[in-house]
């Protein structure tokens, strides 16, 4: 056995891959090994271990590497990668505290161009959503936003943590792959021009999982509650998205998707797309009756892809890059001054984004991957998309849940489809229950999803917008109340 180290102190925090060095047999001060030690290290201790039982004419010993970069060596931490009791204590201690939010939300208002931009972002042209001269037209006075645009707007008011706050939200499970796997909106309010809306964070839930069939190891699912408030603290909407941590026993098994490739298309295969297409149905101003809706309708389908590198830029255009606070050439440094463990070199030696398997089909293929993919909230878009074509411009999307159960790859072509599973009347309010699915080529169920849906009636009249849980009114107005600055 061959003892794992790292380095502890270095003189600049440019990051350099851990086969570069044994590759070069050089070691210099400016130089990291990326191992388990950083969250974002896919070159981990087993990488050393190869490296010089395969190689060991171009490994430098321990003491070599003592002697010539003049850095402290440490044995590496027997924690990192591994889920520990500390780190779920902790977590479960995080529940119900309000996170602190570093960047500003990439739509600070909701100008009439964001919104437009949003809709395009996600291949929406419905004219409520793009057309000032449109939505005054409508039932709800003027354009409003797409449902999803909650994701790219919130001032967040909660003060910066110190002290015991700053160690409570220390980064928790290190070296762990964690992966986001569903979401849940319900939504109060519609989004007008102009508005500024304020945004809370906090943990609202951990399970946890032994032995996941997942990963062989143990998992941890964190679920973040985002309560969306205007300038009176009244309640907008509301998201719950979970992302599970994973102790990556099993999450790195080579040829979990080696049969894999990309998919070619003929010209008649994308024809029969097209056909999909052409026949997608905007309802719109016709509004569709509650009594005119019977259980096993089906909800026109609604065709997203093939998925080129288009999408994934217009995206970006729509949603901003990250909440992570990433941006081009110069701002681009300042962050990774800020925040060096978020880049690792490409084979070039650049520093780039962890991000980048979104569009680096490359950096995709080294993690075992057949190609980049894209984000889990495109396809959460794709299926809020079909869902708002069908309820027409009258209806309110009031529940929205989705899993992210595959990836979707560069190239895969994704029908959303849905069908009425559900009729009731739920108080003053007429509802359908929509089930979702997200259908790509290879006839997997990528994002299967629900919405309940309040539509018009004939006998009950024009849609009652629906309230707020007593909670989340109370929240709300603590938000609001929080945040103001008193002499």
């Excluded at 440019?14 to 047999?25: A, C, D």
């Excluded at 964001?114 to 709800?140: K, Q």
Aim: charged residues 25%; aromatic residues 10%.
């Amino acid at each position: 056995m061959y003892t794992t180290y790292c380095i502890k102190k270095i003189k600049n925090s440019v990051f350099l891959p851990i086969r570069e060095i044994f590759r070069t047999g050089v070691v210099d001060t400016n130089w990291l090994i990326v191992d388990k030690t950083s969250v974002f290290g896919e070159l981990a201790i087993q990488t050393w271990r190869d490296a010089i039982l395969h190689s060991p004419r171009q490994c430098l010993t321990t003491a070599r590497l003592r002697q010539q970069s003049g850095v402290e060596m440490v044995e590496a931490d027997k924690s990192v990668g591994r889920i520990t009791d500390a780190d779920i204590d902790r977590a479960r201690r995080q529940i119900g505290v309000p996170k602190f939010a570093y960047n500003k939300p990439y739509n600070e208002f909701a100008s009439p161009d964001g919104l437009r931009h949003f809709a395009f972002a996600c291949g929406d042209d419905n004219p409520l959503y793009n057309d000032r001269e449109y939505g005054r037209t409508t039932r709800w006075g003027d354009q409003i936003a797409f449902p999803l645009f909650l994701h790219s707007t919130g001032t967040n008011l909660t003060p910066k943590p110190d002290g015991e706050l700053k160690k409570l939200f220390k980064g928790l499970f290190n070296g762990v792959g964690k992966y986001y796997t569903g979401v849940d909106w319900t939504f109060w309010r519609p989004i007008f021009p102009d508005q500024k809306l304020f945004v809370q964070r906090a943990t609202s839930d951990i399970q946890i999982k032994e032995n996941s069939s997942f990963s062989g190891g143990r998992t941890v699912t964190e679920t973040y509650r985002d309560l969306y408030a205007d300038a009176a603290g009244l309640p907008i909407g509301r998201r719950e998205e979970h992302y599970m941590s994973a102790e990556r026993g099993g999450t790195k098994k080579k040829g979990k998707y080696a049969n894999i490739e990309r998919q070619a298309y003929s010209a008649e295969d994308i024809a029969e797309i097209d056909k999909v297409y052409a026949a997608e149905v905007l309802r719109g101003s016709e509004p569709r009756y509650w009594e005119d809706v019977e259980l096993g309708d089906e909800v026109t389908p609604v065709a997203k892809g093939p998925l080129t590198m288009v999408d994934i830029i217009s995206y970006h255009m729509g949603l901003g890059l990250s909440s992570s606070g990433i941006g081009p050439l110069g701002l681009n440094y300042k962050q990774r001054m800020k925040m060096p463990g978020f880049y690792v070199p490409d084979k070039h030696g650049v520093p780039d984004v962890v991000q980048r398997v979104h569009w680096d089909h490359e950096r995709a293929k080294e993690l075992g991957l057949p190609s980049s993919y894209d984000y889990g909230q495109m396809r959460t878009s794709w299926l809020i998309h079909l869902i708002t074509k069908w309820m027409g411009d009258d209806a309110w999307l009031w529940k929205f849940s989705c899993q992210s159960r595959a990836f979707n790859f560069m190239g895969d072509t994704t029908i959303c489809s849905g069908k009425v599973v559900g009729k009731r009347e739920e108080g003053i309010h007429r509802v359908v229950d929509l089930e979702l699915a997200s259908t790509n080529q290879r006839g997997q169920d990528t994002a299967p999803g629900t919405a309940t849906i309040i539509l018009p009636s004939r006998d009950a009249g024009p849609v009652k917008l629906p309230a707020p849980e007593i909670g989340m009114i109370q929240l709300g107005a603590k938000i609001i109340q929080g945040g103001a600055v008193r002499e």
